[in-house]
């Protein structure tokens, strides 16, 4: 059963921090991008942070570059997201995904999508 779980959440203060975490099972973790998107109330959802599967190459939206910091830990299947100089606008509910696409010999391109169940992050002014 694959099992994304997403963790860390919870209240702080303008200015404070918070570790998120994304635990994963049932699948081949090494092989996935592991990218964390928020969503606030009455907004879409937005993509924060992403990391590939090996390569260590990073993403960041630019309304959290030089705050947040995303690593992770293949030996522990986990995806961390360091969240530093947090703001009012930066409360949501946070998800973690885990993508994989590639090019069978086949032919064919073999695709998987998974979402975890997010952790609410608050913070106030």
């Known amino acids: 059963e694959v099992q994304l779980q997403a963790s860390g959440g919870g209240l702080v203060q303008t200015g404070g921090s918070l570790r998120l975490s994304c635990a994963a099972s049932?699948?081949?973790?090494?092989?996935?991008?592991i990218g964390w998107f928020r969503q606030a109330p009455g907004k879409e959802r937005e993509g924060v942070s992403c990391?590939?599967?090996?390569?260590?190459?990073?993403y960041y939206a630019d309304s959290v570059k030089g705050r947040f910091s995303i690593s992770r830990d293949n030996a522990k299947n986990t995806v961390y997201l360091e969240m530093n100089g947090l703001k009012p606008e930066d409360t949501a509910v946070y998800f973690c995904?885990?993508?994989?696409?590639?090019?069978?010999?086949?032919?064919?391109?073999?695709?998987?999508?998974?979402w975890g169940q997010g952790t609410q992050v608050t913070v106030s002014s």
């Open positions: 990391i590939s599967s090996s390569e260590g190459r990073i």
């Open positions: 995904k885990a993508d994989v696409e590639r090019l069978m010999d086949s032919g064919t391109i073999y695709r998987r999508m998974y």
């Open positions: 049932g699948f081949t973790f090494d092989d996935y991008v």
